[in-house]
């Protein structure tokens, strides 16, 4: 059975699911606490919201201190790789020992798998990552420096704003408030 809870953050209101085998997934973070819920109950319509586990927990902490600005290692949270292809989770390793405020290229993610020609791929994986921030995508960007896609709402704001609260270079590309 999979359940959830939402969570205050430094900027919005956060969700994690997890099940018996770990993380399913995790929400970023909202304005509205009613859209993290709904968005939870459309990916998983039986989920019950509940007290976290005390893995879901240590993970909650963590993402809120890293959404403060502050150091957390997230790498340790257990994620439910059961309803994953092999070839994203082989991606989301990758990206999960991405520290924050660094960065890696879609191409040196493919590279590390064995194939430049896979940065592509790399973009699809990414795209279609469950545990956003647990897994962070958003400290993959473009060749050249470009930030690349995003697929979270608020698209590549919000990508530039995870990153401006790690301190990544990449951040410094744009103006959050423009």
Same mark, same amino acid.
């Given at each position: 059975?999979?359940?959830?809870?939402?969570?205050?953050?430094?900027?919005?209101?956060?969700?994690?699911?997890?099940?018996?085998?770990?993380?399913?997934?995790?929400?970023?973070?909202?304005?509205?606490?009613?859209?993290?819920?709904?968005?939870?109950?459309?990916?998983?319509?039986?989920?019950?919201?509940?007290? *976290?586990?005390?893995?879901?927990?240590?993970?909650?902490?963590?993402?809120?201190?890293?959404?403060?600005?502050?150091?957390?290692?997230?790498?340790?949270?257990?994620?439910?790789?059961?309803?994953?292809?092999?070839?994203?989770?082989?991606?989301?390793?990758?990206?999960?020992?991405?520290? *924050?405020?660094?960065?890696?290229?879609?191409?040196?993610?493919?590279?590390?798998?064995?194939?430049?020609?896979?940065?592509?791929?790399?973009?699809?994986?990414?795209?279609?990552?469950?545990?956003?921030? &647990?897994?962070?995508?958003?400290? &993959?960007?473009? !060749?050249?420096?470009? #930030?690349?896609?995003?697929?979270?709402?608020?698209? &590549?704001?919000?990508?530039?704003?995870? #990153?401006?609260?790690?301190? !990544?270079?990449?951040?410094?590309?744009?103006?959050?408030?423009?």
């Amino acid at each position: 059975m999979t359940q959830y809870a939402l969570f205050e953050t430094a900027i919005g209101t956060a969700g994690i699911a997890w099940g018996e085998a770990g993380l399913v997934a995790v929400h970023l973070p909202e304005h509205d606490p009613e859209r993290a819920r709904r968005g939870f109950l459309r990916r998983f319509p039986d989920a019950a919201e509940a007290e *976290p586990t005390f893995d879901a927990a240590t993970t909650v902490a963590a993402i809120r201190e890293l959404l403060a600005g502050k150091p957390a290692d997230l790498t340790q949270a257990p994620l439910d790789l059961s309803r994953t292809p092999e070839f994203h989770a082989r991606v989301y390793e990758i990206a999960r020992a991405i520290p *924050p405020g660094e960065t890696l290229t879609y191409g040196q993610i493919a590279e590390r798998l064995g194939d430049k020609l896979l940065a592509r791929d790399v973009g699809q994986a990414l795209g279609r990552n469950p545990w956003p921030i &647990v897994v962070p995508c958003h400290r &993959v960007v473009a !060749a050249g420096g470009k #930030l690349g896609g995003f697929s979270a709402r608020g698209g &590549v704001n919000t990508k530039l704003q995870l #990153l401006a609260i790690e301190g !990544a270079a990449a951040a410094a590309q744009a103006d959050l408030f423009a």
